[in-house]
């Protein structure tokens, strides 16, 4: 059995003030070493949920919370966001309000700073994050003078300096060119495949996410459904059922597998181009 690293269990969440529900009888694994992604339509409640993962919900945002969160095993609510924040390496949906200071190394460095390492550990683990994400050219760069790709990735930076084992990021490409999101899933699935990291996303656009997650957690009236079959899900037309924009891609061969053309669906272009070429012959 894979190990859990973040089990949700039976929670429930209204912010304080707010007359509903957001998330309602919640129950969910996330499992080590993972790529999990969370959708659902506006106001579906998808950053609330991340909020549980690092103790965001029920330390910093006030409200009525029932059940449980337990993330490396550790209940979230015998635990400070700080200790949390070693486990759970969080992007925000505005990655420019994370970055405080006047340049990427200092950023990078920021975190470590805060929980009181040396020196010289700090600037052997800035050099060795700045380097696998591959921004040791932007190093003495103004984190706010970069582009929105750039931006994220020094957030994410700085967030794995930490070296957290999981991470999570609200709605990372929303605001970023095709090709720059396409980079960033990208380097999610290498943080995944080579450093064992869990991956957790929220999006609505999932065409650049589809091709690497394991499971996708569906948010529909407050409440989570996982689907560990991501090919089913995208076939069963389940996000088209909660206001997820269906990938192009997705929408085409669905057409050409009610005409009889072929029998799967692709979740990414190199597979939507190998079963082209099993149609055409080729
Ligand atoms: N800090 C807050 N205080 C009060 N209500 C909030 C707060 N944050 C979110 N909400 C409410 O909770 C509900 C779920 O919001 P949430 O931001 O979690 O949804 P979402 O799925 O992330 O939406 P989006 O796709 O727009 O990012 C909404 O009705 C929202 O207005
Ligand atoms: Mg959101």
New binding site residues.
């Given amino acids: 059995m894979p190990k859990s690293v973040i089990e949700v269990r039976n929670c429930w969440f209204k ?4 007359l ?1 529900w ?1 998330l309602k009888e919640v129950s969910l694994d996330i499992e080590e070493g993972s790529f999990n992604l969370v959708v ?10 991340l909020r549980l993962f690092n103790g965001l919900i029920p330390w910093f ?1 006030r409200g009525e919370f029932r059940g449980s969160v337990r993330v490396n095993g550790v209940d979230t609510r015998s635990a400070s966001i700080a200790e949390l924040s070693k486990y759970v390496g969080m992007v925000s ?1 505005e990655p420019e309000n994370q970055l405080l200071t006047f340049s990427v190394e200092s950023e990078v460095a920021f975190g470590l700073e805060n929980v009181g390492l040396r020196p010289s550990e700090i600037l052997s683990k800035v050099n060795s994050v700045l380097k696998e994400l591959g921004l040791d050219k932007l190093r003495y760069k103004v984190p706010h003078e970069l582009s929105r790709g750039e931006m994220l990735k020094v957030a994410i930076a700085s967030v794995l300096a930490l070296d957290p084992n999981i991470i999570v990021l ?2 990372p490409t929303s605001t970023l060119e095709p090709l720059t999101a396409v980079d960033l899933m990208n380097l999610l699935n290498y943080l995944k495949r080579e450093c064992g990291k869990t991956v957790v996303i ?1 999006e ?1 656009r999932v065409e650049y996410a589809l091709p690497f997650v394991d499971n996708v957690i569906v ?1 529909s009236d407050g409440r989570a459904l996982v689907y560990r079959d991501v090919r089913s899900l995208v076939s069963e037309g389940v996000l088209s059922s909660i206001d997820v924009d269906e990938p192009t891609l997705i929408t085409l061969f669905k057409a050409l597998k009610n005409a009889g053309y072929c029998s799967k669906i692709p979740l990414s272009v190199a597979e939507a181009i190998e079963l082209l070429r099993g149609i055409l012959g080729c």
């Fill in positions: 912010y304080r003030g707010g509903k957001v659902g339509s506006t106001g579906s409640g998808k950053t609330t949920l945002y949906q609200d709605e929220s609505h948010l």
